[in-house]
């Protein structure tokens, strides 16, 4: 399977981004959809993602602000991103997980800039 995200860019503290990561097929029965992101030093970690009962889970840091969505029809997970921080601030990564195999696939990552 293939991610395409998109949504990225510059923003001012306390904006919001609507990122979009498009997959290549349908894919929401087989996979878990997540969202990661990274920054230069530290490792990838994870922001929000659909888990099994399609429940979502939340970072911490971005519980209240954040929102993972999924639009089934066009195989595209969304993360809506409010009340924007400059530490969210991060290269942010579409992420499936292959549920039968837990096999790991992810998008090209788009840079989410948040000025303070």
């Known amino acids: 399977v293939q991610l395409q995200a998109s949504g990225g860019g510059l923003v001012q503290a306390g904006g919001c981004l609507r990122l979009?990561?498009?997959?290549?097929?349908?894919?929401?029965?087989?996979?878990?959809m997540a969202w990661y992101r990274q920054t230069p030093g530290k490792e990838r970690e994870l922001v929000a993602s659909f888990t099994s009962g399609d429940k979502t889970n939340y970072a911490d840091s971005v519980k209240g602000r954040f929102t993972i969505s999924r639009d089934i029809a066009k195989n595209t997970v969304y993360l809506q991103m409010d009340s924007l921080k400059s530490e969210d601030t991060a290269v942010y990564y579409c992420?499936?997980?292959?549920?039968?195999?837990?096999?790991?696939?992810w998008g090209q990552g788009t840079q989410v800039t948040v000025s303070s």
């Open positions: 992420n499936a997980d292959h549920k039968p195999t837990r096999r790991q696939y």
């Open positions: 979009s990561c498009r997959a290549s097929r349908s894919i929401f029965s087989l996979y878990y």
